[in-house]
T-cell receptor
């Protein structure tokens, strides 16, 4: 069973461009979470999605950021008009359910650098 | 906001046991205690979790206080590969997000 996959692993964008980060959850997992990690800091929750639904986007900036988890295909975190402050590692996690004992399985992350 | 507090950093000598503490004084009856760790330049990985009773697995042991307001992750013999940031967090399930705090950075000294 393949783990959580994220691509690209590294992404370089110039200010004003768009960044698209993809996450394929583990097989059988229908819950996806996105986190952002700035250098030397902890993980900050961004958004929690279930297939075709955004459950909680309270950690996501209101502008320029969006996320989706379509019925088919990977989850996408989209950042429009990137700025230097968006440079960070973005991690995706998936889980099979929502019970308190469910664990999250993390991908290797996408490291975004905005020039 | 994180519902747990952990020391920022700890040191351990190689092959000695390590006890990583976590305080969660506002824990509710339905909160599971989870531990993850993040090795340098990697995504977090699950370590262990528990509800009320102490738990053991191949990676570590989890000791939970009787009042559940604190817990301790125990690495029985630290190795250099255990150097990581260890996160303690609570998960009550349902459509609730989990919050990672700043974690404890464990340094293992050869």
């Amino acid at each position: 069973n393949a783990g959580v996959m994220q691509n690209p692993r590294h992404l370089v964008r110039r200010r004003g461009q768009e960044a698209r980060l993809r996450c394929s959850p583990m097989k059988g997992h229908s819950h996806v979470y996105w986190y952002r990690q700035l250098p030397e800091e902890g993980l900050k929750f961004m958004v929690y999605l279930q297939k075709e639904n955004i459950i909680d986007e309270s950690g996501m900036p209101k502008e320029r950021f969006s996320a989706e988890f379509p019925k088919e295909g990977p989850s996408i975190l989209r950042i429009q008009q990137v700025v230097r402050g968006d440079s960070a590692a973005y991690f995706c996690a998936s889980s099979p359910g929502i019970a308190g004992e469910e664990t999250q399985y993390f991908g290797p992350g996408t490291r975004l650098l905005v020039l | 906001d994180a519902k747990t507090t952990q020391p920022n950093s700890m040191e351990s000598n190689e092959e000695e046991p390590v006890h990583l503490p976590c305080n969660h004084s506002t824990i509710s009856g339905t909160d599971y205690i989870h531990w993850y760790r993040q090795l340098p330049s990697q995504g977090p990985e699950y370590v262990i979790h528990g509800l009320t009773s102490n738990v053991n697995n191949r990676m570590a042991s989890l000791a939970i206080a009787e009042d559940r307001k604190s817990s301790t992750l125990i690495l029985h013999r630290a190795t250099l590969r255990d150097a990581a940031v260890y996160y303690c967090l609570l998960n009550s399930g349902g459509y609730q997000k989990v919050t990672f705090g700043t974690g404890t950075k464990l340094q293992v000294i050869p």
